[in-house]
């Protein structure tokens, strides 16, 4: 017999626990379905998937897994930098953005370190090990924004890192490309080394700081290929930086950190340009069909973002987005609870933005959620 979501994680988040989006192997074994039958909005991915140049260079790449990968993806970092147009001694390909979120803190000899929080929660995770001291500056709704003054108040008290992620998750704001280069500067003035989380940066290109980063020695942005080209699977992540900095990044790399496969699919994918049109207006047609439907939501306030998900503050009565998450799982439909990002609470959930018809179940579902709601679900 099918059991009910409540009383499979009674008096918790269950499943909706995961400190990230995109438990969907868990909550397919928890429900008894396969994965394929989860609709999840939790991890925001491109939602036309990977781009279909990449089928054969997959192939192709098989046959060579009986050879050791270039060690440092050198021919992924020379196609890299022939897309950026910077170069190739700016760029160290890894596996994951991840990795090298858990190399900064050596790199960069951080102690004391700023986030500008709600931020992914991993920065946080990798600068405590390291044993520095972390702090926040939490940015508000409805702009999540800083003012320079107050940034400038903040860096003057001597940190030795800041991290900043553009466009922002959950949120979705940007900094706009001057606002960056202003924050650019107050760095160089108070010597903080300016980390710049890009992950979702393809969706708005222009507003980049990769020329920042390969000229400046206090500024490192950190790329991945897992949300805009739909890899989180196959992990490549790459570093932009000043070619000494980048030389610091690989005296702490080990060598064929990246495998063949995944190498040889992301230098296909970068040579897709039709993909990446394709799903640059995709998303903004998309987005702005999502945020639409949302306002029209009694219950339901969302904000305006950059990238290829919305976060929303539920604001019906007697409900938070914890208990909406759980009324969603149980049509198998899955969003991100924000409740465990500092600077948010019960009331944030981040929904990714997919297909037309997905996004129509999910405004839907959000209806049918918030018409028969039932009273907040406490945590233990
Ligand atoms: C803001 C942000 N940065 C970095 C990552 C890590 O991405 P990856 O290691 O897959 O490149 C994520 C993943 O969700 C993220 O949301």
Known sequence: MRRGYDELCPRSRGILNQEHGGAVYAFARMRGIAPEAVLDFSASINPLGWPPALREAYRAALARIVHYPEPYAESLTAELARYHGID???????????????????VCAARRVLLLAPLFSEYERAFRLSGARVERLCLHPPR???????LQQALRSGYSTLVLSNPNSPTGSLLPQARGEEIVRLCQRTGTQLIVDETFVDWCESESLKQHACRSRHVVVLRSFTKFFALPGLRVGYVIAHPQVIQRFRRQLEPWAVNSVAQEVARACLRDRRFIQRSRAFMVRERAWLFQQLTRLAG????????????????????????????????HLLIRPCDNFPGLDRQFFRAAVRTRRENRRLVAALRKALETRSPVHTAA
Do not use: C, K, M
């Open 144 to 150: 999540f924004t800083v003012s320079s003054a107050r």
């Open 300 to 331: 339901v306030e969302p904000f305006p973002s950059q990238a290829n998900f919305v976060l929303a503050r539920v604001t019906a009565n007697a409900l938070d987005a914890v208990r909406l998450a759980h009324l969603l799982a149980e049509q």
């Open 88 to 106: 190739p001694a700016a760029i160290l390909v890894g596996n994951g953005s991840t990795q090298w979120i858990y190399l900064l803190p050596r």
